[in-house]
């Protein structure tokens, strides 16, 4: 099955909004296969933002990122690399519609409270990088409730 890396910024942490975040993940009905708070190193954030080191914004992405406790989860089920992304919304708040956890409860693009891998490969590097250690595989007693 599909996997995806979803993280809540430090930000979003600091905000309270942890609880609101897995709601809407968990009421959509991906499965929940991996959690944990952890606080960056930099380092650890530059090779998670990699692709962006070119950018002019990577050296503040990276202090932000890296600024206080994130909570990292792996989310399950079909096709849940896009879901995610549609349920994280637009990366700028500015273009998030209402309804996206980006839409609804931030402003800044520099402080959009959640990443989520963009495509199944870089998923699968992300949740390697992140969850080394493996994450936790089990039957939900709901799945016959959420595919057909
Ligand atoms: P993530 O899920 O965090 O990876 O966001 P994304 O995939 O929607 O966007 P992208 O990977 O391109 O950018 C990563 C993060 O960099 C974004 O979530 C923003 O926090 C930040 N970012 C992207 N573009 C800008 C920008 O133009 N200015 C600033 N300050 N930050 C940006
Ligand atoms: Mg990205």
């Known amino acids: 099955t599909e996997r995806t890396f979803i993280a809540v ?29 952890l606080k960056p190193t930099v380092e650890q954030a530059q090779q998670h933002y990699s692709d962006l080191s070119s950018k002019k914004f990577f050296g503040g992405l990276c202090e932000y990122f890296s600024s206080g406790p994130i909570v990292g989860m792996v989310w399950e089920g079909l096709g849940v690399v896009k879901g995610g992304r549609v349920l994280l919304g637009a990366t700028n ?18 402080r959009n409270v959640c990443h989520g891998s963009d495509a ?15 994450v936790v595989s089990y039957n939900n007693h709901s799945e016959g409730q959420i595919y057909e």
């Open 93 to 110: 708040p500015a273009d998030s519609l209402p309804g996206t956890i980006r839409g609804d409860l931030c402003i800044d693009v520099g």
């Open 120 to 134: 199944v490969e870089s998923a699968e590097k992300e949740i390697a990088f992140w969850f080394p250690e493996g």
């Open 9 to 37: 910024k430090p930000d979003g942490v600091q905000r309270g909004l942890v609880g609101e975040i897995i709601r809407r993940f968990e009421n959509k009905g991906y499965k929940l296969v991996g959690l944990k708070l």
